[in-house]
């Protein structure tokens, strides 16, 4: 391993340092976006976060791809870095049958996640849950074919109105395109439900909550009230710069103050690896720091573009992705608005997240 406080590689994702007694690693600010997707192997093995410390946010933990034991029979399939497009899945192994909770992106992960659900349980995978429409979770329904995949009413109506964004994903993340090169049929749930549905895998109780908009308009929550875990789908980014081009922030810290009122102890979120409320409440900061900085570039009169560029992200500036304030400050202003929620313009925001990151590199 490295000197401790030296960097791993010229513009690696992440930096090793000491602090205090242990060794933690932070994400360099000064890496290409592009690098944050490919940290050196070897950063797998730094502990990042020592037991019983209060987590910060810009104190980065380096996590795995990795299937994890969270009580008998829950699992959380967790995938390294958390980046665009690289999301994590759940189990929920029964006796006859097993519930999988999203189902990843492209099919080399799917498979991934498969294969390492059957090392855990021989029961087949019968029931597949959507947290909600995006592809990075939903791409992968194919590889369920025969079972029942239950999503959100909107859930269905959102994957016919977008589509299979195969091709654009490709020419904004090219390191994707093998992944992509032949056709992935879009297969949407085919059974769906409106507010809240309540599954027993054995006497297991599994409760689906649908929060209205935050990170999408059909989120939905998978809660297991007697273990207090919660599969949050990406209602919950944890050390990942989190999007709301296709939410409302307001509406997501909303959905925060939600799961901070559950008994929840554990949370398994959409991209990020596995915490409490602890993460929960740095997501909550996140949010914050956005919508009260923008709130008063919006009441000085200031445009979004000039906001967007003026703001400080502080020690969330550490999370990957950080460009992603661009559309997150987008939507808020739509949000201060009052208008009806609209989609946003992808090409004008994928600009502007450009020249973000020129200016701050």
């Not at 369920?144 to 109506?157: E, K, M, N, V, W």
């Not at 056709?183 to 297991?204: G, M």
Request: hydrophobic content about 45%; some cysteine.
């Amino acid at each position: 391993m490295p000197a401790a406080g030296m960097a791993v590689a010229a513009r690696s994702p992440v930096e090793v340092s000491h602090a205090g007694s242990r060794l933690v690693a932070r994400l360099n600010p000064g890496a290409h976006p592009s690098a944050w997707y490919h940290a050196p192997a070897l950063l797998q093995e730094v502990t990042a976060m020592t037991q019983g410390s209060a987590p910060r946010a810009d104190v980065i933990p380096v996590w795995q791809t990795e299937m994890i034991t969270l009580a008998d029979g829950l699992y959380a399939y967790v995938q390294a870095t958390g980046g665009f497009c690289i999301s994590n899945a759940g189990l929920i192994a029964g006796g006859a049958g097993s519930v999988a909770v999203d189902a990843l992106f492209v099919p080399r992960m799917t498979r991934a996640f498969l294969d390492e659900a059957a090392r855990c349980t021989a029961a087949p995978i019968t029931t597949l849950i959507n947290t909600h429409h995006h592809v990075d979770h939903t791409l992968g329904n194919h590889l369920f074919a025969g079972r029942t995949i239950i999503g959100h009413d909107l859930t269905r109506s959102e994957m016919a109105r977008t589509g299979n964004p195969a091709a654009r994903i490709a020419a904004v993340a090219p390191h994707f395109a093998p992944d992509l090169a032949e056709p992935i049929p879009i297969v949407p749930p085919n059974l769906t439900y409106s507010d809240r549905l309540t599954l027993y895998v054995d006497e297991r109780e599994v409760q689906l909550i649908h929060v209205p908009t935050a990170h999408t308009i059909d989120d939905t929550l998978v809660y297991l009230p007697a273990e207090r875990l919660l599969f949050a789908g990406d209602v919950a980014f944890f050390y990942v710069t989190p999007l709301a081009f296709e939410g409302s922030i307001l509406g997501w810290l909303d959905a925060i103050a939600r799961i901070e009122a559950m008994e929840v102890e554990r949370i398994v979120p959409g991209h990020g690896p596995v915490g409490t409320k602890a993460e929960l409440a740095l997501l909550r900061g996140y949010f914050e720091l956005l919508r009260d900085q923008a709130q008063e570039h919006y009441r000085a009169g200031h445009s979004a573009e000039q906001a967007v560029m003026e703001m400080d992200l502080g020690p969330y500036a550490a999370w990957g992705e950080p460009e992603r304030i661009v559309p997150n400050v987008l939507r808020l202003y739509q949000d201060f608005s009052g208008a009806p929620w609209a989609p946003l313009d992808l090409a004008a925001s994928r600009a502007l997240q450009e020249a973000w990151l020129a200016r701050h590199r």
